[in-house]
Structure formats: structure tokens, C-alpha cells
């Protein structure tokens, strides 16, 4: 029975995914302008678009979006856009259910340009095109994007206007949705998992036990207004808070007593209670229970939204002088590749003399241009300035 439940929650969530998409499809239709599309618009009226330059800025902004870099999280780039070369860069990303995206974006200019700066989501059918779910035209600044219950591919688009160009900075980094409820506990604390059996398998664990000394604190995962605060057989001492923004409601059980009434806006980090084994936990030590609920699909798995990812921005060691320059291969079986990283696809294997324009610098790698357009990643320790080659005159090094 336990597992049939557990089956039509699945089938409620996917039904319920597959209505939000369909909901999407429709809200762009009527939807504002974001600043990129209402500058093509200007482009359009100006009549630059019809123009070699206005074409090719175009084209630069579509390519992007269609073949845009896959990079793992967290990712940093510091990258350089020619004015006189309309340009435009896209990085795509995964972002898995429960966490949301962080992306900084810094320009450096001198003559006041605004970058634009989009973000996608990749529909399930990826013969749908991408829906914008983030816009602006700002120098700068950093952004967050959370999808709260579903995973998914993101496209993020940099792009200058027309004419106009400069060095960027990109961060792109994912952290997990929900504060951790428990003060100075972290996901070792966990002992008891969602969907383990209760009861002899009559019915599973709807939550987390997240164990700590009694009299913890037990902390907002979320923003959001507390109800239903009161003593039950089965929870014992509980605290409800309903998310508006998130459409969902948390449940903090086994409480050794409450720090809030009913009707408490409360935020991320504020004192609900303290950690205690009240209602059905009397036998067992003191725990928070912390479930997730929502409709349709009833109760969620609370782990990945609490779980922090792991993995540290790789150190910047290419020359940032070199952006924008031109540089060789140093030797020969250099690898042009399609990501940062020695695991990602290779483009082609690059000639000893070949001339390579530096667009970007990640961690130990340089994204360059060919002549004829092609793009990829080198390993920058490999490469060489073509100015020192000219004035050395000898063979490049190994």
C-alpha cells in the first residue's frame, strides 16, 4: 500500500511538471519584453539590423543560446568581448531539484556599456526553444534563480550592445535552496531518511530526523507566516510555516517547546523552538522531524534542498594579460577542447603555428577563437604569446 501511495505521488508530480510547462508556453505569450528583445526592437526601428554589423550581433546572440559551453559548477571565467567583433557567450548548466543558481556578472568598460544578461531554462522538449526566465541590462551584479521543485538545464547569455565591448567577470555557482534548520548541525545529523518504513512498512517516513542535543535551536529553513502552532499526539510540539512564495508548507515536530504563535513572520535562520522528543518520540533521543509538503504531490524529500554541493572554484592561473591577444601552441598534439577540462570532448588537435584569439581565461585554461570562427578550450600553460615568438625567433617551447 505504502509503495502505491509513494507511486501516485510520482505520477501527481510529473503531471504536475508537465501543466507548469504547458503554463509557461502560455505566460510567454503575453509576456513583457525582456531589455535584450526590446533593444532589438530599437536595432529594428533604427534599421541596423538590416546592416552586416547588426546581422552578425544577432547571429553572435542566437549562437549563444543554441550552442552555447557546458561547464560544471562552480565555474568562473574572466572573458573579453571585441567591440569591433560583435560577440556574445553562453554557458549552460545543470542544476539539480533542490538547489538554485547563483550567477555574478561584472563588467569592465570605459564607456559606460551595458551588457546584457539573460538567463534560460531549457524546456524538457528541447525542440521548444529556450524560456527566459531572467533579464537585464545592468554593468553588473549578482543574481540568484531557484526552480523549487523540479531539476533542470540553464543557458546563461552575456552579450554587449552593438559597437561596444569590454573584459567581464562570470561566477556560476549552485547552493542548496532551504537554510539548514537546525542550529550548528549539518547533514551528518541526519539518521533518519524520507521514505524509510514505519509502523512494520504500513507507512514511510514523510521527513528528516536531524538529531541534536536538546534544547538546540531549531531554525527557519525558509521565509515564510507560522500556523498551527500547538501539542499533538504524533508530533508532539510542532511548528507550521507556510512558504507563499514557494506554495509549500514545513513542519518542525518533536519540539521541547515553541519559540513562536501563530501568525509570526518569520525568515530564513529565526528561532522556531529548541529540540526536544515530544509526542511519538518519547523513546527515542531528542531529534527535529522536518517534512516538506505541497499541492499537488504531497510530501517531499527535504535532503536535496538542505544538501550544501560540494566543490570549490578552480584557482585563476592563466594570464589575464592575454585576453584579447593572440597566442600559439607551444608544441605540437595540443587538444582544442569543448569544455574546461581534460574529460571534455575534443574539437580538434591543434597545429604547432596556429594563431589563436583569447576570448576567456577559466581556472588553467584559455577559451580561444580560430581564424575561421571555430571556439573551444586550451590548457593556457601550453600556449605562447605571438609577439614573444616573433621577438625570441626560436622554436616554441615544450
Known amino acids: 500500500m505504502a509503495r502505491q501511495r509513494r507511486r501516485f505521488g510520482i505520477l501527481l508530480a510529473i503531471a504536475a511538471l508537465s501543466a507548469c510547462e504547458q503554463a509557461e508556453k502560455l505566460e510567454d505569450r503575453f509576456r513583457d519584453l ?58 549552460r548548466v545543470r542544476i ?15 564607456d559606460g556599456t551595458r551588457l546584457f544578461v539573460d538567463l534560460f531554462r531549457v524546456p524538457n522538449n528541447e ?36 559597437l561596444r565591448g569590454g573584459t567581464y567577470r562570470v561566477v556560476l ?19 533518519s531518511v524520507f521514505g524509510a518504513a514505519r509502523d512494520g512498512g504500513r507507512r ?12 538546540t535551536p531549531v531554525l527557519a529553513a525558509t521565509a515564510g507566516t507560522t500556523y498551527r502552532v ?3 499526539q504524533i508530533g508532539g510540539k510542532v511548528v507550521w510555516v507556510r512558504d507563499e512564495d514557494r506554495d509549500a508548507r514545513f513542519y518542525y515536530a518533536h519540539l521541547d517547546s515553541q519559540a513562536v504563535g501563530n501568525g509570526v513572520r518569520v525568515e530564513p535562520g529565526d528561532t522556531l523552538g529548541f529540540v526536544g522528543n515530544t509526542g511519538n518520540a518519547r523513546t527515542t533521543p531528542p531529534h527535529l522531524h522536518f517534512g516538506v509538503y505541497r499541492r499537488p504531490g504531497g ?23 592575454l585576453l584579447g591577444a593572440r597566442v600559439q601552441p607551444g608544441n605540437e598534439g595540443i587538444r582544442l577542447r569543448a569544455s574546461p577540462g581534460m574529460r571534455s570532448d575534443v574539437v580538434m588537435e591543434l597545429e604547432p603555428g596556429a594563431s589563436l584569439r583569447v576570448l576567456g581565461a577559466s581556472g588553467d585554461w584559455f577559451r580561444v577563437q580560430l581564424p575561421d570562427g571555430r571556439r573551444g578550450y586550451v590548457a593556457a600553460r601550453l600556449m ?15
Not at 555557482?173 to 551528518?188: D, I, K, L, W
Not at 510530501?299 to 594579460?321: H, I, K, N, Q, V
Not at 605562447?384 to 615544450?398: I, M, N, R, S, T
Open 127 to 162: 525542440d521548444d526553444p529556450p524560456r527566459p526566465v531572467f533579464s537585464t541590462d545592468s554593468v553588473g551584479g549578482i543574481f540568484e534563480h531557484e526552480d523549487p521543485w523540479r531539476a533542470g538545464d540553464y543557458i546563461l547569455r552575456l552579450q554587449p550592445e552593438l
Open 173 to 191: 555557482t549552485q547552493e542548496a535552496q532551504f537554510a539548514f534548520p537546525v542550529e550548528g548541525r549539518g547533514m551528518g545529523a541526519i539518521q
Open 34 to 91: 525582456t531589455p535584450y528583445e526590446a533593444y532589438q526592437e530599437k536595432l529594428v526601428a533604427a534599421g541596423l539590423d538590416s546592416t552586416a554589423l547588426g546581422q552578425d550581433w544577432a547571429a553572435a546572440g542566437r549562437d549563444a543560446v543554441e550552442e552555447p559551453i557546458t561547464v560544471d559548477l562552480p565555474f568562473e571565467e574572466e572573458g573579453y568581448i571585441t567591440s569591433e567583433d560583435p560577440g556574445a557567450v553562453g554557458y
Open 204 to 215: 514511510e517516513h514523510h521527513g528528516v530526523d536531524i538529531f541534536a542535543r536538546r534544547g
Open 299 to 321: 510530501a517531499f524529500d527535504p535532503y536535496p534542498f538542505l544538501d550544501p554541493p560540494r566543490g570549490t572554484l578552480s584557482e585563476m592561473t592563466g594570464d589575464l594579460a
Open 230 to 232: 500547538n501539542d499533538t
Open 96 to 110: 539539480p531539484r533542490g538547489q538554485k543558481l547563483t550567477f555574478g556578472v561584472f563588467l569592465e568598460t570605459e
Open 384 to 398: 605562447q604569446a605571438e609577439v614573444a615568438l616573433a621577438e625570441d625567433g626560436g622554436e616554441p617551447g615544450g
